[in-house]
Every structure is written in C-alpha cells, then in structure tokens.
C-alpha cells in the first residue's frame, strides 16, 4: 500500500470502531424493526417469521383512526415548537447577557429539570393540573375554576415544554456566544433601535441555533411517550403511546413497528423541510 493510499484511508480506520458502533445500535435495531414490520401477524400464534405482507401500513395509511393519531401528535409537537422558540429565545438572550454570578444561577435553573426524571415530572405535572391541584386552587381563588386539565391536550403541552425548553435554550445561547457585540453596538450607535437592531442583526445570526433547538425540540415532542401516557390519559393518544399499545397490550409487533417507521420517516420529512426553508431564509438574509 503506497503512502497517499495509507494516508487517505486512515481517517477510516480511525472512525471504523464508531462506525461499528453506531451501526449495531442504531442500523442493526432499525433494520429488523423494518423487517418486522412487513412480516404477517396471526392473533393466535403472533408474527410469523418469512411470511410478508404490505397490510400494516395499508391500515396506517387509510385508517381515519391512525390519521387523527399522526395529526394529534404534530399539531402538539409544533405548538411546543413554537412556546419554546417564544420563551426559550429570549430567555438565552437574557442569560447571554448577564454576568456572573448571576449567568451561571439562571444556567442552572435552566439545566435543573435535566436532572429530574420525566417521570418525576409528569407526575408533579399531574398534582398541580388536577381538580384539587394548585393551579385550580388559584383559578378558583379568582373565580374561574376549576377547569379541566388533566388528561387533555393543555397537560402534555405544558408538561412537553416544561420538558423540553432546555433543549431551546441551549443551541440559542451557544449561537449567542460566537455574536460580536461590537456589531450590536455599531447598530445602535448609528441609531437603530433596540428593535431594529434584535431583528436585524442578533435575529439572523442566532437563527442556526433557533433551527437547531426546533428540530431537537420538535423530534422529542412527536416521540415522546412518558408525558402523554401519564399526562394524556388512556384516550388522548400520541403516537408512541399506541405504538406502546400494539407491543404490550394488542402483541401485534408488526403493527407496532409500520407505526413507528411511519412515524420516523414524517418526522424526518417534516424536519428536513423546516430545515431547508429556515437555512434558505437564514442565507438569504446573511446575504
């Protein structure tokens, strides 16, 4: 092997255990999952192993049932999207912003919840969304409650933001740190308002961190099974909490994993998409 052939390979033999790595814990899994879901399901006897059928996703495709699931599931996904992009992009502009001691009190009050299970927290979620829990307790104080949260769609939303709101602020305050606030001053200087100057100047050089935090935000939101199961109850259904239900409950696998391959190509797809408009936006605007 000559000396240019050894050099150009090296980079591969240096990545090749991570590779093996990632290829028998991601690829490996997804691809008998693929598998599994075209096998045929017996009721009596469960899947069965050489037999293949394309009947699991005609049924996610034309059941009105799935649809509704798949929809119910994206709409709460962008609604968390979008709360968290309202509250977490100012919030990591405020951090960016101050100085120490205080930055590193707010960044971890920011990262504390990371460290408490989902568990932990839906159940905490259930105690004050409850009709005796505080949140009533307030309403009722100023005449409006007591309003039915639990087991609705209002729950998982504000449990999934509560969830995934460091998510948001993290990418937007690292974007934040490569900002040179001389740049920020030369605007004002030259009498830009501070909203002018929020718009358009900090505004699009933070928007890859903006992007990055709606799609890590957006993906966990539409596969999150934790806070719609405790928080959602047994009839408001997001779809891993069904793909939990054909795995344990019905035992039909191979419908359990049509539904979630469906789910993960249309969480690509969706993010793929918000991807390549927000990137075109943001070039456009850096000219």
């Not at 019905?250 to 469906?262: D, I, M």
Request: net charge positive; aromatic share 10%.
């Amino acid at each position: 092997m000559s000396g240019s052939t050894r050099k150009a390979a090296t980079p591969w033999w240096l990545s090749g255990p991570a590779l093996l790595l990632f290829a028998a814990l991601l690829l490996v899994p997804l691809a008998l999952t693929a598998v599994l879901s075209f096998n045929v399901y017996d009721p009596a006897t469960g899947p069965k192993a050489g037999e293949f059928t394309l009947e699991h996703y005609a049924q996610v495709f034309t059941d009105s049932y799935y649809h509704g699931i798949f929809w119910r599931t994206f709409w709460i996904s962008g609604v968390v999207t979008l709360i968290c992009v309202l509250v977490g992009a100012p919030e990591a502009y405020v951090l960016s912003r101050m100085r120490n001691p205080w930055r590193s009190v707010l960044l971890l009050v920011v990262l504390a919840p990371l460290l408490v299970s989902v568990v932990v927290r839906a159940f905490g979620w259930s105690m004050l969304l409850g009709p005796e829990g505080a949140v009533n307790a307030l309403l009722r104080l100023v005449g409006i409650g007591p309003v039915k949260m639990l087991y609705t769609e209002i729950a998982v939303i504000v449990a999934l933001v509560h969830v995934m709101l460091p998510f948001m602020v993290i990418p937007v305050w690292t974007s934040l740190q490569k900002l040179d606030a001389g740049v920020e001053n030369a605007a004002l200087s030259l009498r830009a308002s501070p909203f002018t100057t929020l718009r358009r100047i900090v505004l699009p050089q933070v928007m890859p961190g903006i992007l990055s935090g709606s799609l890590i935000v957006f993906g966990l939101a539409a596969s999150s099974f934790a806070i719609p199961g405790l928080l959602g109850g047994r009839r408001l259904k997001m779809v891993a909490t069904v793909v939990y239900d054909e795995y344990l409950h019905e035992l039909n696998w191979p419908l359990g994993a049509a539904v979630a391959l469906v789910l993960l190509a249309a969480n690509l797809i969706v993010m793929l998409s918000y991807n390549r408009l927000v990137e075109g936006r943001y070039k456009k605007a850096l000219g």
